[in-house]
């Protein structure tokens, strides 16, 4: 393909693309199709010759869209939010032009430079400790085996890495029953082994009970093992639960535990000042990820990782090959040094394009309109005589059922697995599903950037006309 032709099918591109989001409302949300539909769609064998790129684009409109699931779509109301506000994806089509890879400082002084300049705007925006550093990581999960890698070498000296895990002591992590399965997951791959992943009980309302994790912590000092990390959960995937920071955080100081917090989803809440009661004590942790690709309108992948002290992180990271030396030292960071992988993409860019375009108040009133929806989609289910809600809301997600009239209570599991097939199969809105102590329930949760309280309400509607469908069929 040469320039010329690039001109032409990338203009066709950024048509199709604005087509698409603006006709998106009328898609069901959940791709419609069986397994081994697109297989079937797709020839066995490669192309031998090259194709004729019209043939190639027409394929794509014919093939594509329906295989979607439209995580863009303002019924969607699955999971949590995946956003990609339209500033977003013209910074990601001006990168993937550039395509650098942004490893070192030298290999793209802008992305660098603007990467330290975004981090600190949202530290700024979101009232985050003034003196940390942030990096921008590919996703939440590699942000927190990032941090489980530095709580384990931190705790062994750094001997870890030269002599592996044989013959040290036992490192022992503590979480609650809340924490997100990438915790479990970093865990296994940084050599810890999950039985030494403690689970330190709750409080009545969710919350890690900090008397609890005193207990733990000494039991575990008595039986010779070695206290190291813990995870706290700042809006748990399941139903939006919070621990509190300032309780765990003073236990974790005075044990010396390397303490990350998770709050993926929920972080991108305090950039509204009513919302930051969730990270006070923030600052006596060590680690701290949020999903700005979950809620702050900039698309997959974009995860900010906070350190108190990065000198930790860079020396359980960086590596240090003759291929990679740079003639001169300088005197910004190389980024690679900071993350698992060693190739970056300029990531930063999404953000600058997203903070200029709606402005700090733009953001919040978007995060404030969800949260001030959600309430209202739940306070509709709750009115309702045959639905309850299970939990929350918490920020912008709820978690409720159905629970019709004479139903016994032992099939209301399953008829609300039922309720969320008919959503589901639908199309009209979007919705998963959670177990609260063996309860089956559907989460709701309000996070596109393009929502309205009408879509919202909309959808509200649907489910309650769906339910009786359900019951009555
Ligand atoms: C979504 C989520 C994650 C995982 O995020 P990735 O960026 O996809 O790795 C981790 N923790 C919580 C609480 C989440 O909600």
């Known amino acids: 393909m040469d320039t010329e032709e690039f001109r032409k099918w990338s203009k066709a591109a950024a048509d199709w693309s604005a087509d698409y989001r603006a006709t998106i ?59 990609a506000s339209l500033p977003s994806v013209i910074a990601e089509q001006l990168i993937a032009a550039l395509s650098p890879q942004c490893m070192l400082w030298q290999t793209s002084p802008v992305a660098t430079e603007m990467e330290m300049r975004m981090l600190e705007w949202l530290a700024q925006m979101c009232g985050l400790p003034a003196d940390w550093h942030g990096s921008i990581q590919d996703s939440a999960s590699n942000a927190t085996l990032a941090a489980v890698l530095t709580a384990r070498e931190t705790a062994l000296d750094w001997t870890g890495h030269r002599d592996g895990l044989a013959n040290k002591p036992q490192l022992r992590f503590y979480t609650s029953i809340h924490c997100h399965s990438s915790a479990n997951k970093a865990i296994w791959l ?86 930051r009661h969730l990270l006070d004590g923030l600052e006596l942790f060590d680690s701290y990820v949020f999903n700005p690709h979950k809620w702050l309108g900039t698309n997959f992948d974009l995860s900010a990782h906070y350190v108190r002290e990065p000198e930790k992180l860079q020396r359980t990271l960086a590596t240090h090959p003759a291929y990679l030396k740079t003639q001169h030292a300088s005197s910004m960071p190389d980024f690679s040094n900071w993350s698992l992988p060693l190739g970056r993409r300029f990531r930063a860019l999404k953000l600058w394009f997203v903070i200029r375009c709606y402005g700090i108040e733009g953001l919040q009133t978007i995060i404030r309109n969800h949260i001030n929806w959600a309430q209202q989609a739940a306070a509709e289910f709750a009115a309702q005589p045959d639905f309850e809600l299970v939990a929350g809301p918490n920020l912008a997600l709820f978690v409720f059922r159905h629970t019709p009239a004479g139903l016994p209570a032992a099939q209301l599991n399953t008829h609300n697995a039922a309720m969320l097939d008919a959503i589901n199969a639908a199309g009209f809105t979007y919705l998963t599903q959670t177990d609260v102590d063996g309860t089956y329930a559907l989460r709701f949760q309000v996070g596109h950037t393009d929502t309205t309280l009408e879509h919202v309400l909309d959808s509200v509607k649907h489910i309650i006309k769906l339910a009786k469908q359900v019951t009555d069929s």
């Open 190 to 275: 940084a050599g810890i082994g999950e039985v030494n992943l403690v689970v330190v009980p709750c409080r009545d309302d969710g919350s890690m009970d900090p008397a609890a994790l005193r207990t733990a912590i000494a039991s575990d000092r008595a039986a010779g093992y070695l206290p190291t990390g813990l995870f706290a959960i700042v809006g748990s995937t399941s139903i939006g639960i919070s621990d509190d920071l300032r309780a765990i955080g003073e236990i974790c100081r005075t044990e010396k535990l390397y303490a990350h917090v998770d709050a993926a989803w929920a972080g991108s809440a305090t950039l509204c000042p009513e919302h």
């Open 25 to 83: 409302a009328e898609l069901p949300v959940r791709s419609q199709l069986a397994p081994g539909d697109v297989l079937k769609r797709l020839p066995q064998n490669p192309p031998t010759h090259g194709e004729d790129f019209a043939n190639i684009f027409a394929d794509f409109k014919k093939m594509v869209p329906d295989g979607i699931t439209h995580w863009q779509h303002p019924r969607f109301f699955a999971y949590f939010p995946s956003n």
